[in-house]
């Protein structure tokens, strides 16, 4: 969905308490729902970007940690999911990255000399990928990468593609859900119940939605070589989302600016993972390195 109002993003006020009291408003007037976690004395923020299905929610649980660690992570609702408008429509790749990039500027001139790193968790990642594969790239300082979907067109079976184009584009509001295929997205059961009991966590996606994702998804995979910005990549041994091969495939072509962690039992879901702390760390190490790097080179240029 988009909008037809053009004007200057920003975040405003929406009346809520706590921490998600105010609303990110995209360059079309659409106004997206916004969580932040905020350091009592920031030396880096974290522009966080949700998966498939989810929400800013999404890093309810790391977010907190990263604040002691003088982090503020930034989380939006991407267009189509959780608070925002015409929850479960697909909005289209190009869209979501444009909004990305906006949100970034916003971020960085709310908090100018502060370090702002863009976080993408699974479909968030293959946004952020194709974001900063291409020009205009996010005025960021560095990318984090979380299981990221990642799988080319030409690696899916071939019945898959062919079912998947024919009903997206025959029935293109059917929904479709993920019961019954005995997928672990995490070992925490505790977090996956919640979700469960969550209304704004979807529990069923549009085919249209799904074949956008796909699309997506091999954006991403074509991309990985492109990207020049320094890059923390994370994925999991028991990942049962996104499949191991295209994800070899891709680290693979990853420079040397890039930081690969593989946690042997670690699922999809990482960061909520029942052994997340000690990734919640890896990021905020590389976050704080790369920050105090990026600031010791400003120095140095004055």
Do not use: C
């Not at 960021?140 to 799988?151: K, N, R, T, V, Y």
């Not at 996606?205 to 994702?213: P, Q, S």
């Amino acid at each position: 969905m988009q909008g037809v109002e053009m004007r200057m993003p920003t975040i405003e006020p929406n009346g809520a308490p706590g921490i998600d009291n105010e609303r990110y408003v995209t360059r079309d007037g659409l106004k997206l729902g916004l969580k932040h976690w905020d350091a009592a004395d920031p030396v880096a923020i974290i522009v966080a970007l949700h998966g498939m299905s989810d929400y800013s929610n999404a890093f309810a649980m790391p977010a907190p940690y990263w604040t002691q660690k003088g982090i503020s992570t930034y989380a939006y609702d991407q267009r189509g999911f959780g608070r925002s408008p015409e929850p479960g429509v697909w909005a289209g790749s190009e869209v979501m990255r444009r909004d990305l990039r906006d949100f970034v500027d916003v971020v960085r001139a709310q908090h100018p000399g502060i370090p702002v790193f863009v976080l993408g968790e699974s479909m968030g990642g293959a946004v952020a990928m194709t974001a900063f594969a291409a020009p205009p790239v996010p005025h960021a300082d560095g990318l984090i990468l979380i299981a990221p979907a990642i799988w080319s067109w030409r690696t899916m079976p071939i019945t898959y593609r062919v079912a998947l184009w024919s009903v997206a584009h025959t029935f293109r509001a059917m929904t479709l859900s993920g019961s019954g295929l005995k997928i672990v997205p995490s070992d925490n059961i505790e977090m996956l119940r919640a979700n469960g009991r969550d209304p704004l966590f979807q529990k069923n996606a549009r085919v249209d939605a799904v074949y956008g994702l796909a699309y997506l998804m091999d954006e991403a995979y074509s991309s990985a070589f492109r990207i020049k910005a320094p890059m923390l990549f994370m994925y999991g041994g028991n990942d049962q989302i996104i499949p191991h091969a295209p994800t070899k495939t891709v680290v693979d072509e990853l420079g040397s600016n890039a930081t690969v962690k593989l946690y042997s039992n670690g699922y999809h879901m990482l960061l909520r993972d029942l052994d997340h702390e000690p990734r919640w760390a890896d990021v905020a190490n590389w976050v704080a390195a790369r920050a105090r790097r990026g600031m010791a080179m400003m120095a140095a240029a004055e």
